[in-house]
């Protein structure tokens, strides 16, 4: 007989993944107007927030691989959003910060993660709100945690 309580983790699990994807498309379809993915968008926010930016620590910041960075810095250099100058710390290195051009898009952006949150918690209680957020909070620590001492041992 199944045990209740895995049932329900799992489908904790589940609908984490089902809003993980919705919100994402969500925010897909948001920015396709402008011609921008999710990860530019992040770029751009990130940029926006805390310029210049070392282009190395923004892969770790993101959580991504070096080429995938290296694709999405190049697309958004291209539109000319975003440039790529040397770290004068160590000319090796790259650091990144916004065009004017990119500064005005900034501006001109409607918030996709403040839509997908008015949409998404339209009339959930702030104390439902704060409890989720914990619960993944706290979840997501345990699994980093976790993957970390398996990596020591």
């Known amino acids: 007989m199944p045990n209740n309580d895995n049932l329900n983790l799992e489908a904790a699990g589940?609908?984490?993944?089902?809003?993980?994807?919705?919100?994402?498309?969500f925010m897909e379809s948001v920015l396709r107007p402008y011609d921008?993915?999710?990860t530019q968008w992040y770029v751009l926010y990130l940029l926006a927030h805390d310029e210049p930016i070392n282009q190395r620590e923004l892969t770790r910041t993101?959580?991504?691989?070096?080429?995938?960075?290296?694709?999405?810095?190049?697309?958004?250099?291209?539109?000319?959003f975003v440039?790529?100058?040397?770290?004068?710390?160590d000319q090796r290195q790259k650091v990144l910060q916004l065009t004017p051009a990119g500064r005005n898009l900034w501006t001109s952006?409607?918030?996709?993660?403040?839509?997908?949150?008015?949409?998404?918690?339209?009339?959930?209680?702030?104390?439902?709100?704060?409890?989720?957020?914990?619960?993944?909070?706290?979840?997501?620590?345990?699994l980093n945690d976790y993957k970390k001492e398996?990596?020591?041992i």
């Open 109 to 142: 952006l409607p918030d996709p993660i403040g839509l997908i949150t008015a949409v998404a918690f339209a009339g959930v209680d702030d104390a439902e709100i704060a409890l989720t957020n914990r619960v993944l909070r706290d979840a997501t620590q345990r």
């Open 14 to 25: 589940s609908w984490a993944k089902k809003y993980f994807l919705a919100s994402r498309a």
């Open 62 to 80: 993101l959580e991504i691989e070096r080429a995938t960075l290296s694709a999405v810095i190049s697309a958004l250099v291209r539109k000319g």
């Open 36 to 38: 921008l993915g999710t």
């Open 83 to 89: 440039e790529q100058i040397s770290d004068p710390d």
């Open 150 to 152: 398996r990596k020591s």
